[in-house]
């Protein structure tokens, strides 16, 4: 055992998701032994770009195609066995050691084929008032979790497994049958589950509280990856428009089983402009010719769904909240280079309500109330950064931009993405 203690750190996303996390969890992964992702499921879509070739991962971490990093599937996470079985697949054509690098918490909940049905049901149902679910089974699958009576990934090998799924199946079934919902064929998605079932168990599951703090113990460095972003928290999020979990740093702990002692230091990231899929407020969102810019520059489809995202320039007042709540030691912002060409780059630095008045702060009314964003206008700059390697290369009005959100925020910013590949990063001094 080593006599230097191990630690972790967090790595985040500060917004409504699809901030760039998984290129920054590998670019980060060399100075880690471990990459484990502590919550969400397979509606996150994290995409890393190596050598011009796009990888698009949903459940595995993002240190997997690191050939001696060790990558954990945490307990706090809900996984389908048949999108991490393809995803598997995928990522072991590209030349990942999955068999080796990868392991499963026993804890994490599995999602059953009637989640999927369930959450399309229960999304068809709301009508107008749908909550923009990506329809992956993932609110299901944490409902039956916190309700204890779901299915874990350790159930896969317990003998009576087929009898405990037999009977949520049943309880399940009951509940779709109560939304009037028939547009399924139960029988071709039990087949592809327990196919993925049984190929999954080949797979190395451990214990996964005991498992990291050992590593922990060991001296090893961790690096606990989030999914989705701060404000689609279950908690502190825009709510009911959120995930099904808690995405602040807070949620390491449980997700992982890891003491917050262990916690070196929190990591955020944040776009240099604003992005969000499906319902729920977003008061920098921009409906005119500069949005759909931002939506066709920064390519903002969801790497799992494929859905366009509403775009809008950045929100202070949501960032500087993210920061509070996750303790966020350090800023990484990503997609600057969209942003060049704009003669003005507007920031949103406070809300005005509907009686006019100036909102400083995230509040509860947030989702029932009107709010819009008053901005501060920046001078744009016009050069392209995708080729800058350097901070001394950095446009002068690009560099009094990052200047002014340090000061904003209180966090410095230290590292500046310009572009999809690992490449394109600049680390600040």
């Known amino acids: 055992m080593s006599n230097t203690q191990g630690y972790v750190d967090v790595v985040l996303g500060l917004q409504w998701g699809d901030e760039g996390k998984g290129k920054i969890a590998d670019f980060l992964t060399p100075n880690y032994d471990v990459v484990a992702r502590f919550q969400g499921g397979p509606n996150a879509g994290h995409s890393l770009e190596m050598n011009g070739i796009k990888h698009v991962l949903n459940t595995i971490p993002s240190g997997i195609f690191h050939e001696n990093c060790i990558n954990l599937i945490g307990n706090g996470v809900v996984m ?21 690098n990868l392991f499963i918490s026993r804890k994490a909940n599995i999602i059953l084929p009637t989640h999927k049905l369930l959450d399309a049901a229960s999304e068809k149902d709301k009508g107008d008032q749908k909550i923009g679910s990506t329809l992956r089974g993932i609110g299901p699958t944490y409902r039956d979790k916190y309700g204890r009576s779901g299915i874990r990934a350790g159930d896969m090998f317990d003998p009576n497994f087929t009898e405990k ?62 999914a989705q972003g701060s404000m689609l928290d279950i ?32 990591k955020g990231i944040f776009k240099a402009y604003c992005t969000r899929v499906g319902s729920g407020p977003f008061p920098s969102e921009l409906f005119d010719q500069t949005g759909e810019d931002l939506r066709v520059k920064g390519h903002e489809f969801g790497a799992t769904t494929g859905r366009p995202r509403r775009c809008g320039w950045l929100d202070l007042v949501a ?38 008045e100036h909102v400083s702060t995230i509040p509860f009314d947030f989702v029932s109330a009107e709010f819009e964003s008053a901005y501060t206008e920046h001078e744009g700059w016009s050069e392209d950064l995708t080729t800058v390697r350097a901070e001394s290369e950095f446009p002068s009005t690009f560099k009094s931009y990052i200047d002014w959100l340090e000061k904003e925020v209180g966090v410095p910013i230290k590292v500046v993405s310009l572009g999809p590949d690992r490449v394109q990063t600049v680390v600040r001094n």
């Not at 602040?248 to 997700?255: C, E, L």
């Not at 030691?329 to 990503?334: A, F, G, Q, T, Y």
């Open 319 to 356: 960032l500087k909240y993210a920061v509070m709540l996750s303790g966020v030691d350090e800023l990484i912002m990503m997609k600057s280079d969209v942003l060049s060409g704009f003669e003005k780059v507007c920031v949103g630095t406070g809300y005005i309500n509907a009686k006019g």
């Open 165 to 226: 799924y037999a009977e949520t199946i049943k309880r399940h079934l009951a509940l779709i049958q109560h939304y009037d919902f028939t547009e399924f064929d139960l029988e071709s998605l039990e087949n592809e589950f327990f196919q993925a079932i049984e190929e999954l168990k080949t797979y190395q599951f451990v214990d996964s509280e005991y498992f990291i703090n050992d590593l922990i113990h060991q001296g090893k460095r961790i690096l606990a990856e989030g």
């Open 235 to 266: 908690d502190f999020g825009s709510y009911p428009f959120v995930t099904s979990s808690n995405t602040i740093s807070g949620g390491m702990t449980v997700g992982l089983g890891v003491a917050p002692k262990h916690v070196r230091s929190v």
């Open 80 to 100: 389908d066995p048949v999108r991490l079985m393809e995803e598997i697949k995928r990522t072991e054509v590209a030349g990942a050691n999955v068999k080796k």
